[in-house]
């Protein structure tokens, strides 16, 4: 159960981490270019700030799965630019599966895929731009936020695991044996 603290450190984390992102785009476009706030950011806010011991909410999941979705979307969109009911379905089945070969699997990155080949207008004239703005950049945006407001509290830890974790636990496993 989530009790009220988790809840307001979550809706802390995505307050800020969507507020930054929406902050950027109103001052830096004009309001009818909506292209550095995408939709899938929303998903993945509930991951990433909601439930962050989640897999799928990981940093490698969350920058991964966007930025290889969003390849396969420009790259499918560019193959495929007319033909919405090949192009849709293409790019959100080639980026799952990318994104379980390369464990990086965040099902908000499917919806990412789809915006690179549903979209008019900004998205389509960006092509791979896409991938580093507003993909890349508004991943790391979101993981900087969750990085500070998921770990403000003892309670909270983010990510599950991070890289020095394991080899600490090995190491430090290996030199009690030494000492018996």
Sequence with gaps: MVDYKEKFWSFLGAF???????????????????????????????????????????????????VISALVGVTVYKIVPDIIWLSAPLAVAFSIVLMQYTKTLHPPGGATALIAVSSTGKIPELGYGYVLSPVLTGCL???????????????????????????????HNHLHKLKK
């Design 16 to 66: 800020f981490g969507i507020g930054i992102i929406a902050f950027m785009q109103s001052h830096s476009l004009s309001a009818t270019e909506n292209i550095f706030l995408i939709g899938s950011f929303g998903a993945s806010s509930v991951l990433i700030y909601g439930a962050i011991q989640s897999p799928l909410a990981q940093p490698r999941n969350l920058v991964g799965g966007h």
């Design 141 to 171: 945006i979101l993981l900087i936020v969750a990085l500070v407001f998921n770990n403000i509290t003892s309670n909270r830890k983010y990510p599950a695991q991070t890289v020095f974790r394991k080899p600490l636990r090995k190491k």
